[in-house]
């Protein structure tokens, strides 16, 4: 099976049927960080990460794998931020 989201000149290409349920795909294109997955009903669900820190963060990633490591730390980090703050 090969990866879902395709990056190139144009766009992204999704192959949806390519894709598991409730698994999250990771994709840069465009300075933009794209997060896809298909939920239960078949549905894609796509979202748009443009915040400038995470984005040079995976820039310059060569697999998704790296860009979803990078996306949870980022995560996990904003997290603990917002918790020391309150």
């Known amino acids: 099976m090969k990866y879902p989201l395709i990056p190139d000149e144009k766009g992204?290409?999704?192959?949806?049927?390519?894709?598991?349920i409730e698994k999250m795909y990771y994709c840069y294109h465009n300075r933009k960080i794209m997060l896809v997955y298909?939920?239960?009903?078949?549905?894609?669900?796509?979202?748009?990460l443009e915040d400038k820190e995470i984005v040079d963060m995976v820039?310059?990633?060569?697999?998704?794998e790296e860009i979803e490591k990078l996306v949870e730390e980022f995560i996990t980090k904003t997290k603990k931020n917002l918790?020391?703050?309150n």
Request: proline fraction near 3%.
């Open 12 to 20: 992204i290409k999704i192959i949806a049927n390519e894709m598991e």
């Open 59 to 64: 820039k310059d990633c060569k697999k998704p």
């Open 38 to 48: 298909k939920d239960e009903q078949q549905f894609l669900n796509c979202y748009e």
């Open 83 to 85: 918790a020391s703050n």
